[in-house]
């Protein structure tokens, strides 16, 4: 199994609340991204990394920020939660272009 | 826009019972399709990639093909346990940063 931690793995937390996740990996991996999974959507992309501090964003992004300030580290950061930020998070790792991501255990973060 | 459409939402089959599952896409230029198997409360697990028409990969009982303008995973004398939610995803040459996935397909096997 690929090496990636996701952490926490479960989390409730109130509406208005920052929520930071973190994703970890030890394959020295250049492509590091953010998915959240809801039903009926599939997985959408929040943000990806390309590089240590070089971030872009996908189709989701809005009310969401990231951080890569090391080649393992992969923050995503709920800036003031809404309930529809519940959802399955998933985080994946790439080694490059044109090859297949490996995917973290996810993190289900319930807003209330 | 790129697509992904996966069909069926859902599928049962008796054990033994072979079948397919459809993944079409329409993106500028494909640059991979990806299959990956994911199971209740765990993260995709990462199955197949296909770069261009015609291409063929197996493994165990799946064997997944690609076609310009749709994928196909074929199940054959399947198992209970390959009961799972399959996906598919697709990245484009113009920005192949990016993975784009089908919603899945719910396979059930029944013994």
């Known amino acids: 199994d690929a090496g990636i931690t996701q952490s926490p793995r479960h989390k409730v937390t109130e509406t208005g609340t920052p929520v930071t996740l973190r994703c970890h990996q030890t394959?020295?991996?250049?492509?590091m991204y953010w998915y959240r999974q809801d039903p009926g959507h599939g997985l959408r992309l929040i943000h990806y990394s390309y590089g240590v501090k070089d971030t872009d964003k996908g189709e989701v992004s809005d009310g969401y920020s990231v951080s890569r300030s090391k080649t393992e580290d992969f923050l995503l950061t709920l800036e003031s939660a809404t309930s529809s930020q519940t959802s399955v998070y998933f985080c994946?790792?790439?080694?490059?272009?044109?090859?297949?991501?490996?995917f973290g255990q996810g993190t289900r973060l319930t807003v209330v | 826009e790129d697509q992904v459409t996966q069909s069926p939402e859902a599928l049962r089959l008796q054990e033994g019972e072979s079948s397919s599952l459809n993944c079409s896409y329409t993106v500028s230029g494909l640059r991979g399709l990806f299959w990956y198997r994911q199971d209740p409360g765990k993260g995709p697990e990462f199955l197949f990639t296909?770069?261009?028409a015609g291409e063929e990969k197996e493994k165990e009982r799946l064997k997944a093909t690609l076609t310009k303008k749709e994928s196909f995973l074929h199940i054959t004398a399947p198992k209970p346990e390959d009961s799972a939610t399959y996906l598919c995803a697709v990245q484009a040459n113009y920005n192949f940063n990016k993975f784009y996935f089908g919603s899945g397909t719910k396979l059930n096997v029944k013994p």
């Open positions: 994946a790792i790439s080694d490059g272009a044109n090859t297949e991501a490996f």
């Open positions: 394959e020295n991996h250049r492509y």
């Open positions: 296909l770069y261009s």
